[in-house]
T-cell receptor, first 116, second 112 residues
Framework: EAGVVQSPRYKIIEKKQPVAFWCNPISGHNTLYWYRQNLGQGPELLIRYENEEAVDDSQLPKDRFSAERLKGVDSTLKIQPAELGDSAVYLC??????????????FGPGTRLTVL | AQSVAQPEDQVNVAEGNPLTVKCTYSVSGNPYLFWYVQYPNRGLQFLLKYITGDNLVKGSYGFEAEFNKSQTSFHLKKPSALVSDSALYFCAGGAAGNKLTFGGGTRVLVKP
């Protein structure tokens, strides 16, 4: 079974430029997460989807970040414009959850973003 | 607000010795608790989870964790550490229906 796929693996951009990350979750997983992980720290949730619905986007900086999950499968996370402080690893994860229960999340390899 | 703390930034242990990585949590109600491991340039890998039931949870690669409600702890343990266990370990917890909160991570270094 294929795991969570993310692309690109690495991205270097100049500040004020736009950038987009793509995630393909494990087939059948209804819940998809985007996390940001700064160096030496734990992942911090940006947004959580249950199927097509964003059920928790309270930590998403909505002035510059946007996300979508069309048809409840793939998802994209966009930053426009990027700032120096956005340099981090962006992780996508998916899980099969029911009725509010947490099941284990399966993580992709992440996209390492460097903003110059 | 819920929180997860990993009080040790790094744990050093000799190969063959017992390994313990500490985690404490603050979660309303009955917590869901997880341990993940991260190798360099890789995503997080699931090790084990506690939802209900036995306080001692067994997971992958010989790891286990003990849920202690009175001490609000969920320490990760391995009886005999291997050099290949050297990695970054994350504890995570949350209440049903809420997001998972991750700890800051503990780097484990197992020396031959």
């Amino acid at each position: 079974e294929a795991g969570v796929v993310q692309s690109p693996r690495y991205k270097i951009i100049e500040k004020k430029q736009p950038v987009a990350f793509w995630c393909n979750p494990i087939s059948g997983h209804n819940t998809l997460y985007w996390y940001r992980q700064n160096l030496g720290q734990g992942p911090e949730l940006l947004i959580r989807y249950e199927n097509e619905e964003a059920v928790d986007d309270s930590q998403l900086p909505k002035d510059r970040f946007s996300a979508e999950r069309l048809k409840g499968v793939d998802s994209t996370l966009k930053i426009q414009p990027a700032e120096l402080g956005d340099s981090a690893v962006y992780l996508c994860a998916s899980s099969l959850d029911h009725g509010g229960r947490h099941n284990e999340q399966f993580f992709g390899p992440g996209t390492r973003l460097t903003v110059l | 607000a819920q929180s997860v703390a990993q009080p040790e930034d790094q744990v050093n242990v000799a190969e063959g010795n017992p390994l313990t990585v500490k985690c404490t949590y603050s979660v309303s109600g009955n917590p869901y608790l997880f341990w993940y491991v991260q190798y360099p340039n890789r995503g997080l890998q699931f090790l084990l989870k506690y939802i209900t039931g036995d306080n001692l949870v067994k997971g992958s690669y010989g790891f286990e964790a003990e849920f202690n409600k009175s001490q609000t702890s969920f320490h990760l343990k391995k009886p005999s550490a291997l050099v290949s266990d050297s990695a970054l370990y994350f504890c995570a917890g949350g209440a049903a229906g809420n997001k998972l909160t991750f700890g800051g991570g503990t780097r484990v270094l197992v020396k031959p």
